[in-house]
């Protein structure tokens, strides 16, 4: 392989890996805070693609315009999940653990079936934006705009929840995420907190989705796909650790891209799935969780 | 064992039995095919999800990868079949004995993560064999596998137009799962795995081998689904990967058990009771729209029965003391 292609495949993966890595920070974040896995998390993402895509239809608006649109959306589609399932899930006496699976599960499915209801089942793309199909020549490499716009909103994005990690606010979500039981007796209004966890981590994934739009298709079953590579991202850098989703998005998205470049592209994923489970053989916790 | 608990055991045979033989007699006055085919899935999945709980219940281990041992049990005795000649009902049993095998290589990875990071695995291990099957050719690839006609006959289980047969086989098979649960729940290895799922530490330091007795309750429900699946295969005709492994059969095959109450005996069969009627009656009634709404149902009701009824739908029959053991 001559220096070049491993640069181009290299740069690739790293594009795509920042994505997966602000999808999987979304769901850590809810995961540390609270214990629970989101399994409707890739239909967040779903839904917040649907949303770029209805938006820029009725009013021609460029996708990068309604960024903030969509994140503050999802950001209330993830306090009122709180508020509405979650908060009763956690409140269950028998099978806690179960409940909380299935529940966003069922969501997961409602959600599917929504976005089918509303928009049919076949593939819908954002076309003719800003960005569309121009390219950066970096010496021979090239990157496709959509895409390096895309991974750098993630990074700024990543930065956002660290800065947000400084804040008063953040403290407390620290707190509660130590203790659940001690918070309150300082003060910290626990449901608020969790409810601002599910705010931020569907406004995340949400971010994702609307940079997704912008060069990948729509459809009622996109969020399944890239949600079994969240769920993977986050289990191999640690359940809770924003460090670990970042740097398993990126180790994930170049596994993939030279997986995909080197034995086959059908099974990109197989490539991703084997290094998984080798490392989760050797830290069962992985690479970043706290044994 | 006290009086209660063999009280209450001999309570469950006899329950079982009258269970076995109403199921046994309920498709005879059907002659409507539709109702027949509702009647045959309901009962298979009432097995698969009994053959589910042994591992996600009674051993307390939420496996979301199921899929690939019902897929590889239904390739196993199809490819058996037209590959070597094995007339697919001694099939059944290769694939049970498959499947059951390949639990053991996917438990000795998974089972050293617990919680989530357990589960996860298990979606991964079911993705895994999914993409390998849908691009290996050797096995059809994504076109999948036709099993051709050659008669009536019960060597081959096939049958033309007939659903009666099918049925008492999906019969034998959910009773067969029914009857492992019970020698479980009342065995060395069904005391071991509950004290596992209570306190792994505990457990350990009972002298509970920790380790194997996952691997037991594994091998055993990747068996049973495995021969369900074969079970499946020879009753639809045909196999493809998205129709037999695809992740969302994972789910599929635990709903019941979850939704029906978990490390119970009856559990499974309440709930694929509801859930393969509703699933079946909206989609035919509403999917053919193409519009979701039978999606949008089937989520809402998995929603709704998680949260309103954790214990499960079990919960609504029987006494107070069973309860009580339940939690």
Not at chain 2, 79 to 99: D, H, N, R, T
Not at chain 2, 173 to 178: K, V
């Amino acid at each position: 392989m001559p220096v070049a292609e491993i640069l181009q495949v290299a740069a690739g993966g790293l594009l795509m890996g920042l994505i997966y890595a602000l999808v999987a920070a979304g769901l850590s974040l809810i995961f540390g805070l609270m214990d629970v896995v989101n399994f409707a998390h890739g239909e967040l993402m779903m839904l917040a693609m649907y949303a770029v895509f209805a938006i820029w239809q009725l009013t021609g608006a460029d996708p990068l315009l309604l960024l903030p649109v969509v994140a503050v959306l999802l950001f209330g589609l993830g306090m009122a999940i709180y508020r509405g399932l979650i908060a009763r899930a956690l409140s269950v006496q028998f099978n806690r653990g179960m409940v909380q699976i299935f529940v966003t599960f069922g969501l997961a499915i409602f959600i599917r079936g929504a976005a089918q209801f509303v928009w049919g089942g076949e593939f819908r793309s954002v076309t003719g934006h800003w960005l569309a199909d121009r390219s950066l020549n970096l010496g021979g490499v090239f990157l496709p705009l959509p895409q390096v716009a895309a991974s750098l909103v993630c990074l700024a994005a990543f930065a956002g929840l660290l800065m947000v990690s400084r804040t008063e606010f953040g403290k407390a979500l620290e707190a509660t995420r130590e203790d659940r039981d001690a918070v309150a007796l300082i003060g910290i209004d626990r449901d608020r907190i969790f409810a601002m966890g599910w705010g931020l981590g569907a406004g995340a994934v949400g971010i994702a989705g609307v940079m997704l739009a912008g060069f990948y298709y729509v459809g009622p079953n996109v969020g399944a796909s890239f949600a079994v590579i969240a769920y993977v991202t986050v289990a191999l850098g640690g359940f809770g650790s924003m460090l670990g989703a970042l740097v398993a998005g990126v180790l994930i998205g170049e596994v993939e891209a030279f997986t995909a470049a080197l034995w086959e592209p059908s099974l990109k994923q197989v490539g991703v799935f084997a290094v998984y489970l080798l490392v989760l053989t050797f830290r069962p916790r992985g690479l970043f969780g706290k044994m | 064992m006290d009086n209660a608990i063999l009280r209450r055991r001999k309570r469950e045979v006899l329950g079982g039995v009258i269970v076995l033989a109403a199921l046994a007699l309920l498709p005879l006055p059907i002659k409507d095919v539709y109702t027949q085919n509702l009647i045959i899935i309901t009962v298979l999945f009432a097995g698969l999800a009994q053959a589910w709980n042994i591992l996600g219940g009674y051993c307390g281990q939420i496996s979301l990868g199921h899929a690939l041992y019902f897929g590889v049990g239904g390739y196993v005795s199809t490819l058996l079949y037209l590959k070597a000649g094995l007339p697919p009902s001694l099939g059944l049993f290769a694939a049970f004995g498959v499947s059951g095998l390949l639990a053991l290589p996917v438990g000795w990875p998974c089972f050293r993560l617990s919680g989530h990071y357990y589960a996860i695995a298990t979606v991964v291990v079911g993705e895994i064999g999914y993409l390998l099957f849908l691009n290996w050719d050797f096995v059809g690839g994504a076109t999948g596998v036709f099993i051709p006609f050659h008669g009536e006959s019960w060597a081959q289980l096939q049958f033309k137009t007939a659903k009666l047969p099918y049925h008492y086989l999906v019969l034998a098979f959910a009773a067969a799962t029914w009857l492992t649960a019970f020698l479980l729940e009342g065995s060395r290895w069904g005391f071991a795995w509950r004290a596992v799922k209570d306190d792994v530490t505990a457990a350990r330091s009972l002298g509970v081998n920790i380790f194997s007795s996952k691997m037991a309750a594994a091998a055993l429900s990747g068996g049973f689904t495995g021969m369900g699946g074969a079970i499946y295969a020879q009753y639809v005709g045909y196999i493809d990967p998205d129709s037999v492994l695809a992740g969302h059969f994972s789910i599929l095959i635990a709903l019941p058990a979850v939704l029906g109450g978990v490390s119970t005996l009856w559990g499974p069969l309440i709930g694929a009771a509801v859930l393969m009627p509703a699933s079946e009656l909206s989609r035919s009634y509403l999917g053919g729209s193409g519009r979701g709404v039978d999606l949008m149902l089937y989520g809402g009701l998995i929603v709704i029965v998680a949260l309103a009824r954790p214990q499960g739908l079990v919960s609504l029959f029987g006494r107070k003391d069973d309860h009580a053991r339940i939690a």
